[in-house]
């Protein structure tokens, strides 16, 4: 089995796992132990967080709300940078989790051109920061958010789980350079992780009370529902000369609470003993920004006006999920898999 990258050994500092016969029967929905969620304050960290606790986990939050919300969680809150070793291990310390969520990273594409030095700090070194005093503690297992920008851009769509991974952007650099971190640590030290390459994240809490809060918004779904609540006069699509369906780009857009549940059963499954886990997380429909736009007219009952402008740089035409590993390995299927079930959540 490809995917399985590491699994058990003799590793400095971590307990010897051993892959048993129940391994295959554990129940992959429910992580084993408290949980610390490095960013657990932002958009899909808050999710899980909530996610976590309608799951009975024990969890706290380590996030120095730089762009999170502290009132977006109820669960102990730590505030405390990644830049800080000290910090981090008096959070590993107080909390002693089983395991790490890692949610914080730098994720603008544009800013990561202009300014890449932020996103090499801030992925690449606080995420050695935190891994490093991980090993300290002795806490093995982490997932971490990862996304289908390493792959760069697609010689094949739908993309397949084992896609060439090409960054075209520092961005995924630097989320590349984070997973071949884990995947030496892994090799060297025992780690146990799991790199979850996401599609593109939308969507709102199912249960309500929390939903997605960026300053600037950049992303398609919130600016076309702040159309349509009148906040912004319109829309801009940017490119309509793709070779897609209607011209304008494809996306496949996955609910922030799937994510959440991928990122409950990739522990889980780590936590099992099951070996280490690189696979994305997308729902393998594809919808073009028209199609997203004419979807939320439907929902909301608003015009929502649209105006073609020029290609964003670095957009690919389509980016859409191939492959099943998430589905095969954590038995992870998308409830919220129809993009108007996402829209109107975040509606
Ligand atoms: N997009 C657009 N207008 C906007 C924002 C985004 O046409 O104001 C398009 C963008 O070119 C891309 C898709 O919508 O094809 C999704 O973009 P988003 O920024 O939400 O996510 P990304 O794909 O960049 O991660």
Redesign the pocket.
């Known amino acids: 089995m490809a995917w399985v990258l590491a699994g058990s050994g003799r590793r400095r500092g971590y307990a010897v796992h051993v892959m048993t016969s129940e391994a295959n029967s554990i129940d992959l929905t429910q992580p084993q132990g408290p949980v610390l969620v490095v960013g657990g304050a932002g958009y899909i960290g808050s999710h899980c967080v909530a996610l976590l606790q309608r799951r009975g986990v024990e969890v706290a939050v380590f996030d120095d709300l730089s762009t999170g919300h502290a009132e977006a969680i109820s669960a102990p809150l730590v505030v405390g940078s990644l830049g800080d070793r000290e910090a981090i291990a008096a959070a590993l310390e107080a909390h002693r989790p089983s395991a790490v969520i890692h949610f914080a990273a730098k994720c603008y594409?544009g800013e990561s051109v202009t300014d890449p030095a932020i996103y090499y700090r801030e992925n690449v070194h606080y995420t050695w920061n935190l891994l490093e005093e991980m090993r300290a503690a002795s806490v093995s297992d982490i997932v971490f958010s990862s996304t289908c920008a390493t792959y760069g851009e697609p010689r094949e769509v739908p993309i397949p789980d084992d896609h060439p991974q090409d960054p075209i952007n520092p961005y995924g650099r630097t989320k590349l350079h984070m997973e071949h971190m884990m995947r030496d640590y892994s090799r060297a030290y025992g780690m146990r992780y799991a790199a979850l390459r996401y599609f593109?994240a939308a969507g709102a809490a199912t249960a309500g009370g929390i939903g997605e809060d960026h300053s600037p918004e950049?992303?398609?779904?919130p600016?076309v529902l702040e159309v349509a609540l009148g906040q912004r006069e319109k829309?801009?699509?940017?490119?309509d000369d793709y070779e897609t369906r209607d011209g304008?780009?494809i996306?496949d857009y996955i609910h922030v609470d799937d994510l959440g549940d991928a990122h409950l059963r990739a522990l889980a499954h780590l936590q099992a003993g099951r070996g280490d886990l690189e696979c994305h997380l997308g729902t393998g429909n594809g919808f073009t920004?028209m199609e997203?736009i004419e979807a939320a007219r439907e929902i909301t009952g608003q015009a929502i006006p649209a105006e073609v402008v020029a290609r964003?740089e670095g957009?690919p035409a389509m980016?859409v999920a191939g492959g099943s590993r998430a589905f095969d390995v954590l038995g992870w299927r998308p409830a919220r898999g129809d993009v108007r079930d996402v829209i109107r959540d975040a509606w």
């Open positions: 594409v593109n950049t992303h398609l779904i600016l829309i801009m699509v940017f490119g304008t780009c996306r920004v997203i964003r957009d980016l």
